[in-house]
């Protein structure tokens, strides 16, 4: 029963661009809640290669949403304690880790070794920095994040789209940020939102993210879990990515972003 | 006094502003305060948000005449960037989404 | 800074419900690209009792999309080898495995010892199964099921929703149905579906899965990604959960889909 | 001859049938062929899909004078069983999904 069809499916196309993919380098910046299964899909999933950062290392009271890591990888470091989990999965992986922060120091140099970047930190200062960073890289930035039972997800800096600084041009005020605070967050809403974050790199890679600027809001307890947000494009008075950009280097985004006082983002007030 | 129906959801933690409640149907008025010889504008929503719905904190929520940097605004699941932002003139059973962006992981 | 609120959010009353996770048993039924992610999220964040049954055993060429085995694991029972992935990361955590097919003749008793099923499965019979024993034994199931790009999710059987049958009374005509082909199929779709689940069933287990039944449909290459749709509720005329049920056993699903003829489901034309 | 536009999408494989086109916009005929003195129906969609859309496999979408068991069908996002399902009336911008129920996992 041949049928013929007039023009391949996109799956199709999506099957003959595995090479592509496998040709592609991605680096995921956090192996916390969101990089755990963004890097074991990616990592399972034929990428080139894969470039794991993060300078933290495994604490046993966070494996409930970083399922990547072991009891056994305990106070080992969380990059390395990804990379084996990926090579279990399939040795052949050529995996890179950094196990260390990337800062306003080496994050411009790293990030050019790689053709797509995937933001799973946890704060506001890494958001712009890695904004920032790709920019001026020219790569595109794979956002997502979470906390307590929401998420969000968009594609930075990628076919005219709008990098970070084009959303939020100033940080918001430090009362209302916060770093992810343990208790009360489920593992699997960073788990939805990590999951499709390897989805858009890998469509990203294929060419087959294509559509206008949308930014995925997910709440996990409403009806619908899922809204799409039609996104502004590319603002052409941005810093970063404008026509005529101001921002020519990477700065310091704690004192950008208020947060140098680590004290004040254990805020008990979380917005 | 005509009034405009107008959904108004939370989302991302702003929510907890609001007595935690997501979701607001509200009947504001078809006029604006803000500049009354015309329509009730999203400016119009957001004074009338702090004023009627918030007790504190107000400053989380607006910042000067505008949201607070950091919140986004979606009307009808479009970028208000992309829809004048606070001119924009509201109509009856717009759906507004005011949501706090994430940035934990 | 103490702030007195009117209710407790929503995810506040999660974490007071931790407890009720944690009295909770559950039964995921296939250890594929589904119940990865499924198992391990759910195995890590506390739920009292986890089962996992599937009768297959691990494949390499699986692993992109089943990636919570490994290569060490290859010909291994796929309910163990799950089962040792939930305990590295808790080593705590009760597991019972069922390295077998659930069946007619087996189902039932089963899943009366569990509170809550996950249908992570990959075909038609099975479909069918789960959901007229869950309606016999009346639990809530959970089920996801994913196809090249595509995916979706509903709850059936709670709240006085639909079960399988009262979308499906009839099944559909075997050139339609197919199992999974592994080519093509991206592991990250039935990730998302699969740690869709997982949340679910969380939901269900601490009561905060209150909403009138709905479906997610999920398309990985289209915008919206995600469409949520109004479903129907439990039908009156339902021979399995209507008013006057004539289905009082389970019966034989591979006659009843004509899937018997295993040739027929490797049919090219999938739907 | 007055004309409805309507939005139909196929999901879950159901594009297969159709070109590979998953997204359609069609303008039929707001008079019901199966009716002829009523207005279009969801029935009349369905024919015209089939008649106009489809060159095979015809059965693969339509079964008798309904869709084929296994198709679930939303009408502006609510399961068509809520909704008269064949004698549903068409209105124009109506956004109709048919969606192939997946097995796989
Ligand atoms: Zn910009
Ligand atoms: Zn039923």
Same mark, same amino acid.
């Given at each position: ?5 007039d023009?391949l499916?996109?799956?199709?196309i999506?099957?003959f661009e595995q090479l ?7 680096l995921?910046?956090?192996?916390g ?6 890097i074991?899909y990616?990592?399972? !999933?034929g990428v080139? #290669?894969?470039g794991?950062? +993060?300078?933290?290392?495994? %604490?046993?009271?966070? *494996?409930?949403r970083?399922?990547i890591h072991t009891e056994?990888?305990t106070d ?6 990804a990379m084996?989990a990926?090579h279990?999965?399939?040795s052949?992986?050529?995996v ?7 800062t306003s120091?080496n994050a411009?140099e790293?990030?050019r070794e790689y053709?797509?970047?995937i933001?799973?930190?946890? !704060?506001?200062?890494? #958001?712009?920095?890695?904004? +920032?960073?790709?920019?001026? %890289?020219n790569k595109? *930035?794979v956002?997502?994040s979470?906390l307590r039972?929401d ?5 930075y ?12 041009p100033?940080?918001?005020?430090i ?5 992810c605070?343990?208790?009360?967050v489920?593992?699997?809403?960073p ?7 390897a989805l858009?790199a890998i ?8 559509d206008?600027p949308?930014?995925?809001i997910?709440s ?6 899922f809204?799409?947000?039609?996104l502004?494009?590319?603002k052409?008075?941005?810093?970063a990515?404008g026509?005529?950009?101001s921002l020519?280097d ?7 972003c208020?947060?140098a ?9 979380l917005l | 006094?005509?009034?405009l129906?107008i959904?108004?959801e939370?989302?991302?933690?702003m929510?907890?502003?609001?007595k935690?409640i997501?979701?607001h149907t509200?009947a504001i008025?078809a ?9 009730a ?6 004074f009338?948000?702090?004023d ?7 400053d ?6 505008t949201?607070?940097p950091g919140?986004l ?5 479009v970028d208000?960037e992309?829809?004048d932002e606070?001119e ?6 717009d759906?507004?989404v005011?949501?706090?962006?994430l940035?934990g992981?």
């Amino acid at each position: 029963s041949f049928k013929k069809v007039d023009a391949l499916s996109k799956e199709e196309i999506l099957r003959f661009e595995q090479l592509k993919l496998r040709n592609t380098t991605i680096l995921v910046v956090g192996a916390g809640g969101l990089g755990a299964p963004a890097i074991l899909y990616l990592g399972a !999933n034929g990428v080139g #290669r894969l470039g794991i950062a +993060d300078p933290d290392t495994v %604490a046993v009271n966070n *494996l409930h949403r970083q399922v990547i890591h072991t009891e056994a990888s305990t106070d080992t470091s969380k990059a390395e304690s990804a990379m084996r989990a990926v090579h279990a999965i399939d040795s052949t992986c050529e995996v890179v880790t950094y196990p260390f922060a990337l800062t306003s120091e080496n994050a411009l140099e790293i990030i050019r070794e790689y053709d797509i970047v995937i933001d799973a930190t946890d !704060n506001i200062g890494a #958001r712009y920095l890695l904004s +920032d960073a790709c920019v001026l %890289a020219n790569k595109p *930035l794979v956002s997502g994040s979470a906390l307590r039972m929401d998420g969000q997800l968009t594609v930075y800096h990628h076919n005219n789209g709008p990098c970070y600084r084009c959303l939020h041009p100033v940080p918001p005020p430090i009362d209302t940020v916060s770093k992810c605070v343990e208790s009360g967050v489920l593992g699997v809403i960073p788990g939805v939102i990590g999951t499709l974050q390897a989805l858009e790199a890998i469509k990203v890679a294929v060419g087959l993210h294509n559509d206008d600027p949308s930014f995925l809001i997910f709440s996990g307890l409403t009806t619908p879990m899922f809204r799409t947000m039609k996104l502004r494009g590319r603002k052409k008075d941005c810093i970063a990515c404008g026509d005529n950009p101001s921002l020519t280097d990477l700065i310091d985004y704690a004192e950008f972003c208020g947060t140098a006082d680590s004290d004040k983002s254990q805020d008990l007030f979380l917005l | 006094m005509a009034e405009l129906k107008i959904n108004v959801e939370f989302s991302g933690g702003m929510e907890l502003l609001f007595k935690n409640i997501r979701k607001h149907t509200l009947a504001i008025p078809a006029q604006s305060k803000v500049n009354p010889s015309g329509p009730a504008t999203l400016q119009d929503l957001i004074f009338y948000l702090r004023d009627n719905l918030m007790t504190e904190k107000k400053d989380l929520f607006v910042d000067k005449d505008t949201v607070r940097p950091g919140i986004l605004v979606l009307i009808n699941n479009v970028d208000w960037e992309l829809c004048d932002e606070l001119e924009y003139q509201l109509e009856d059973k717009d759906e507004i989404v005011f949501i706090s962006t994430l940035h934990g992981g």
